[in-house]
Structure formats: C-alpha cells, structure tokens
C-alpha cells in the first residue's frame, strides 16, 4: 500500500537554526516520484521539488536541501538558517509509475507545520 | 502566467444545502485534479481530468459530489446535499500533459467549505 508518513504535525525554531522536516513513504513499486510543497499562509501549495527513485543524489537549492535515502525509505528536507518567511505547512508526497492511463494521483503525508520565531 | 485559480475563497453552508466549487487551471493544462483535506489530516486525491473526460474517480467519497469539466477547461465540483464531513478545504491542481508520473501538479490556493 502506498503510504507517506510525516511524523512531525509541528515544528517550532528560532531564525536562523537549522531544522528537517522528516518524510517517510511506502511503495511496492520500484518507479515512483517524490515531491515536496509549501503551504504559505495564504493557502496555495507551493511545489518545491520533485526527484524519482532512480536518483539519489541530494539536492540543494539555496537554503533548501533535501536528502532522499531509499535504504530507509525516506525523504527528508532541511531548511539551513531558517527565516521567519520560511514558516508554513509543508507536505511530503509520492506518485507511483502507473502507465497505461493509469492517473498520477500525489499521496499526501499530513504535513508539518514550521513555525520560525523571530 | 495566471496560477491555478479557484472560487470561492470560503463558503459556509447548512448541511443539506447545495454548494458548487469552482477550478480555473492554468490556461493549456489539459490535466486538472481534484483534492480535499479534511481538518488535520492528509490531502487526498478526489478525481482527475484529461480535457473533458474523467480519467480516475476513485477518491470521490459518495455520490454527493459531482464533477465536471465542460469544454476541458474549467471544472466545478458540487456538493448536494452537503453534510457536516464534507468540511475541509478543496484543492484543485493542473498539469500540462499526462506523459507520467512525474508530471508537476500545480496547486490553487483551496476552498474552505465549512458545513454547519
């Protein structure tokens, strides 16, 4: 069964320290896609970033990075010298490799909310 | 390029009353979806497009809800006769073409339905 699980419902820091945000997915299938997004609070998802199965590399962009370990099944993201514009809900999710007209429905986790202090 | 926009903003009905939702994709996303999260929990999945056509409804909870994509451009969705767990925010998402799995949805800023 497909599954994303964020263990962390919120996470409170003060500017400027780092934080992770943990994601954790379940999937029999040995294609899928990983996705992150940002929910400000004006309401909008927000996509972040996308990676497939095949590629592990870490990525970084900006203060963003993310950490992808499929050996834990897990697709963490870390915000570096955290800002107060950084505080919003953010969701993990998974779309499996269906083809054949199958849709390519996101499995949601059920997001962490950040709150940065000033 | 306009985002993804949805009407109303909010919308707070009786239960057993009628509500429409409304999604604008972005202009050209043949792909448009359907999401609800319920207080707290996790955003799932309702149904998907491709231009007019219903390409996945498995995640329509009852046949309350209504979906339509006239044209394959805009869509709305109906609730009729709303109940009181049908409160949540509805997203909508569009996509340029289904070539994968791998294919960005890009989100639109949610209805808050509340149900009273």
């Known amino acids: 069964a497909q599954k994303v699980t964020q263990a962390q419902t919120e996470i409170s820091v003060v500017e400027k320290e780092d934080v992770t945000l943990d994601c954790v997915y379940e999937?029999?299938?040995?294609?899928?896609?990983l996705f992150w997004y940002k929910q400000p609070p004006s309401g909008e998802l927000v996509f972040l970033i996308r990676?497939?199965?095949?590629?592990?590399q870490n990525e970084i962009s900006g203060r963003y990075s993310w950490n992808f370990q499929k050996s834990t099944s897990s697709f963490n993201f870390t915000i570096t010298a955290s800002q107060v514009v950084d505080s919003a809900v953010y969701f993990c999710a998974l779309s499996e490799a269906h083809y054949g007209g199958a849709t390519n429905k996101l499995i949601f986790g059920t997001g962490t909310l950040l709150a940065v202090q000033p | 390029e306009a985002g993804v926009t949805q009407f109303p903003s909010h919308s707070v009905i009786e239960k057993g009353q009628t509500v429409t939702l409304r999604c604008d994709p972005i202009s050209g996303h043949d792909n448009l979806y359907w999401y609800r999260r319920v207080m707290g929990k996790e955003i799932k999945f309702l149904l998907h497009f491709v231009k007019e056509s219903k390409q996945d409804e498995s995640g329509m909870p009852n046949n309350r809800f209504l979906a339509e994509r006239t044209g394959g451009t805009y869509s709305t969705l109906k609730v009729q006769p709303a109940e009181l767990e049908d409160s949540g925010v509805y997203f909508c998402a569009s996509s340029s073409s289904y070539r994968g799995p791998w294919e960005t949805q890009y989100f639109g800023p949610g209805t808050r339905l509340l149900v009273l």
């Open positions: 990676r497939n199965s095949f590629d592990e």
């Open positions: 999937t029999r299938d040995t294609t899928y896609y």
